[in-house]
């Protein structure tokens, strides 16, 4: 489960990053695991998010089948909807299979 703190600087726009270079999930075709690097950037409003609850919700993925479009756009919604930031932006750098590496970026708008 997502948790939150109370921003210590509301007042004020700034970003913050958090990268996660173990992120897996699972294929749903093949059920191949798939290894990705979530990036996710956001400038706070009245909530960020705690990082070891971060890190148990990205491991929740580990047996789930699903499509790196489809994570990465579950991965804004959620985590958007769980601190309800200014701004946020996922990155989901997935690791090469068959030759081909996918980058998937999924934003929010700028309030």
Same mark, same amino acid.
């Given at each position: 489960?997502?948790?939150?703190?109370?921003?210590?600087?509301?007042?004020?726009?700034?970003?913050?990053?958090?990268?996660?270079?173990?992120?897996?999930?699972?294929?749903?075709?093949?059920?191949?695991?798939?290894?990705?690097? /979530?990036?996710? !950037?956001?400038?706070?409003? &009245? =909530?960020?998010? #705690? +990082?070891? %609850?971060?890190?148990?919700?990205?491991?929740?993925?580990?047996?789930?089948? /699903?499509?790196? !479009?489809?994570?990465?756009? &579950? =991965?804004?919604? #959620? +985590?958007? %909807?769980?601190?309800?930031?200014?701004?946020?932006?996922?990155?989901?750098?997935?690791?090469?299979?068959?030759?081909?590496?996918?980058?998937?970026?999924?934003?929010?708008?700028?309030?």
């Amino acid at each position: 489960m997502l948790e939150t703190f109370p921003n210590p600087a509301p007042q004020r726009d700034y970003t913050i990053t958090h990268i996660f270079p173990e992120f897996t999930s699972v294929c749903p075709k093949t059920g191949h695991p798939d290894f990705a690097e /979530i990036t996710l !950037e956001y400038i706070p409003d &009245q =909530l960020c998010i #705690e +990082l070891k %609850a971060l890190k148990l919700y990205y491991n929740g993925f580990r047996d789930k089948g /699903i499509f790196y !479009e489809a994570v990465t756009n &579950q =991965l804004l919604d #959620e +985590l958007a %909807a769980c601190c309800s930031p200014r701004w946020m932006r996922v990155t989901a750098e997935f690791n090469v299979r068959g030759g081909i590496g996918s980058v998937i970026v999924a934003e929010t708008p700028t309030s």
